[in-house]
C-alpha cells in the first residue's frame, strides 16, 4: 500500500557547499535531502520511501563545532510503500522452487508462496518447472499472481522487507502470463 508520509530529518551540508545565495543553499539542502532520502531506503514503520513530493520547511542551521558543517532541520511530505498483512497484491514470479514460488511486489523482491498454501496447484518439474491445477491454470516464471500477505518481516541490516503469501481465498491466483 502507498501512504504519505510527513517526516522532519536534519540535513548536513559541508561547509564547502555553503553559498551566501539563498537559492544555491536551498538546491544543496534538497540534493542532500534526495541523498539521504535514497540510501535511507526502508524503516521498519513507513516501509520503502518511494519519492519526496514536497519540501515543506527548512529551518535555521546550526554550525557543528568540529567540522565547520552546518545541520538544517527540514520537514517534507513524501511516498512511501508498505505492505500489511491481509493485503491482496500481485507479484511477478521469478524462482520456482518444489515446495514453493519466489515472487516481486513492488520493491519488495522476497515474497513466499509455499506450496502448502496453494492447494489446488501441483510442481510439475522439468527445465523450466511450474506449479498447475487442474483446470490447466499455470504458476510460471514472469507470471503475475494475486496473493494474500499472510505476514511481513523487516530485514533490519539489510533494510529490507520479506512477505509470506497464499492463494487460500477467492479470485486469487495467476493473472497473466510473460509479465516481463
Not at 544543496?28 to 518511494?50: N, Q, V
Request: hydrophobic fraction near 45%.
Amino acid at each position: 500500500m502507498f501512504l504519505k508520509s510527513e517526516l522532519s530529518w536534519d540535513v548536513i551540508i559541508h561547509a564547502e557547499k555553503l553559498d551566501v545565495e539563498g537559492v544555491m543553499l536551498q538546491k544543496a539542502i534538497l540534493i542532500r535531502l534526495m541523498d539521504d532520502f535514497a540510501a535511507e531506503k526502508a524503516s521498519k514503520d513507513l516501509g520503502y520511501f518511494m519519492a519526496v513530493t514536497t519540501l515543506d520547511k527548512i529551518g535555521e542551521g546550526k554550525v557543528q563545532k568540529h567540522t565547520g558543517d552546518v545541520l538544517f532541520p527540514v520537514e517534507f511530505s513524501c511516498i512511501t510503500f508498505k505492505i500489511f498483512r491481509g493485503e491482496i497484491l500481485e507479484g511477478v514470479v521469478y524462482e520456482i522452487k518444489k515446495h514453493a514460488v519466489f515472487m516481486r511486489c513492488g520493491p519488495v523482491d522476497k515474497v513466499y508462496l509455499s506450496h502448502k498454501k496453494m492447494a489446488d496447484y501441483k510442481y510439475v518439474p522439468g527445465e523450466n518447472p511450474i506449479f498447475m491445477n487442474e483446470k490447466m491454470s499455470r504458476i510460471e516464471k514472469d507470471t503475475v499472481v494475486r496473493f494474500i500477505v499472510l505476514g511481513t518481516k523487516y530485514m533490519k541490516a539489510e533494510k529490507k522487507f520479506q512477505a509470506v503469501g497464499s492463494l487460500e481465498s477467492d479470485y486469487l491466483g495467476p493473472i497473466s502470463q510473460n509479465a516481463v
